[in-house]
């Protein structure tokens, strides 16, 4: 039986020798399939997940790949499709491609997520930028036996949203005369939506936006020493009060989040080679 160490190591293998010549990166990029083409981004080649052994793939991930970009004059490793806890994927197996990063030489990663918000500031179609999470998860990706040589058993989390790379991304932002919603993002498992009452305790808590992805990889990353941030698609309003006002079909909700996620998308695909540049 291979131990989680080596099915790392195997994987991380894999990824390195599809490389392009000269390609070394030390930053990465984790984003939703989908996400609206961003320009100033030169795919110099990929390698499908289903081609890497030990990626462990659902039917919501099977498509996705790795893609080896030129971004800012950097070289820029993408995975291209995240993995869903809701899919069925296992923490320690979204854990198990955060320790590839680690193990390729990353040491600042960049994961953009799609949520809804609870704060009623925020609207759909816009940018949040994380600075903090609250994990309602119910579950760990360090649960279990600690590998010491991925990081350490009781990793600090008073910085786990990086200050010095929020910083500059919010100066990005700032620059380019777009909305800066910082928030903090509540991770549950999903999928279903929320009910009235549960998006007003999730707001109770202070959270800002809700999601069901990025805090096992932050965590994760964190535990590897790798530095994160974190941006979301505002897509879909979980207001209380609000959400049982709304008369929409589900049909109709779609087609406003799918509107929001374009909308989104599209201002982030402008602003990526800035930050990129920043970080």
Same mark, same amino acid.
């Given at each position: 039986m291979i131990d989680f160490l080596s099915k790392i190591k195997g994987s991380a293998s894999v990824i390195r020798s599809s490389y392009p010549a000269g390609f070394s990166p030390t930053i990465a990029l984790l984003r939703e399939l989908g996400l609206h083409s961003a320009g100033g981004v030169k795919v110099a080649g990929e390698l499908k997940y289903s081609d890497i052994p030990h990626f462990e793939i659902t039917r919501g991930s099977k498509t996705g790949c790795v893609q080896f970009c030129r971004i800012a004059k950097k070289d820029v490793l993408v995975y291209n499709g995240r993995f869903h806890f809701y899919d069925g994927i296992s923490m320690?197996?979204?854990?198990?491609?955060?320790?590839?990063?680690?193990?390729?030489?990353?040491? +600042?990663?960049?994961?953009?997520?799609?949520? @809804?918000?609870?704060? !009623?500031?925020?609207?759909?179609?816009?940018? /949040?930028?994380? $600075?903090?999470?609250?994990?309602?998860?119910?579950?760990?990706p360090l649960i279990g036996k600690n590998e010491d040589s991925l990081g350490v058993r009781f990793p600090?989390?008073?910085?786990?949203?990086?200050?010095?790379?929020?910083?500059?991304?919010?100066?990005?932002?700032?620059?380019?005369?777009? +909305?800066?919603?910082?928030?903090?993002?509540? @991770?549950?498992?999903? !999928?279903?939506?929320?009910?009235?009452?549960? /998006?007003?305790? $999730?707001?109770d808590t202070g959270s800002d936006v809700l999601g069901y992805s990025m805090v096992p990889e932050n965590i994760t990353?964190?535990?590897?020493?790798?530095?994160?941030?974190?941006i979301v698609l505002i897509t879909r309003e979980l207001v209380a009060d609000r959400m049982m006002e709304d008369t929409r079909s589900d049909k109709e909700l779609e087609a406003q989040r799918a509107a929001a996620y374009r909308k989104a998308s599209q201002l982030l695909s402008g602003l990526l080679e800035g930050i990129i540049k920043a970080v």
């Open positions: 320690r197996s979204i854990a198990h491609k955060i320790y590839v990063l680690k193990m390729l030489g990353i040491k +600042r990663l960049i994961s953009i997520d799609e949520t @809804g918000h609870l704060n !009623p500031r925020f609207n759909c179609g816009e940018l /949040a930028l994380i $600075y903090d999470h609250i994990n309602l998860t119910g579950d760990n600090d989390m008073s910085n786990a949203y990086d200050r010095k790379m929020f910083t500059s991304i919010r100066a990005v932002l700032t620059d380019a005369k777009v +909305r800066v919603n910082e928030a903090v993002y509540l @991770g549950i498992t999903g !999928p279903n939506s929320e009910t009235d009452a549960e /998006a007003r305790f $999730y707001r990353a964190v535990h590897a020493g790798i530095k994160f941030a974190g």
